[in-house]
């Protein structure tokens, strides 16, 4: 059963912007609001790497490569995440993936959501 569905990307020109969403529609509000989520992101050949993150207090923490330009964000009555994103460049051209560690210690992440950003 998909428990994380993910919109958002797509095509964009260097310097603009996306905002992608994740939905948890299977979660109770509860244990979205008590998760602590991220969002990572894998290009081609290379490794998945963290993008944002932010715990289940709210603090966010940013990667230095996006910091400035990236704000992530929740909604937890709507049991939704986002990440808006400002500023992209053709390094930010990967598979985006939004990732939630529950209380329980199990993980789940959404299906990927393809960002190119190119002229």
């Known amino acids: 059963q998909v428990q994380l569905v993910e919109s958002g990307g797509g095509l964009v020109q260097p310097g603009g912007s996306l905002r992608l969403s994740c939905k948890a529609p299977?979660?109770?509000?509860?244990?979205?609001?008590?998760?602590?989520m991220g969002w990572y992101r894998q290009a081609p050949g290379k490794q998945r790497e963290s993008v944002a993150t932010i715990t289940s207090s709210g603090r966010p923490s940013y990667a230095d490569s996006v910091a400035g330009r990236f704000t992530i964000s929740r909604d937890i009555s709507k049991k939704m995440l986002y990440l808006q994103m400002n500023s992209l460049k053709p390094e930010d051209t990967a598979v985006y993936f939004c990732?939630?560690?529950?209380?329980?210690?199990?993980?789940?992440w959404g299906q990927g959501t393809q960002v190119t950003v190119s002229s």
């Open positions: 990732n939630i560690q529950k209380p329980s210690g199990n993980a789940d």
């Open positions: 299977r979660y109770i509000s509860s244990t979205f609001g008590g998760s602590s």
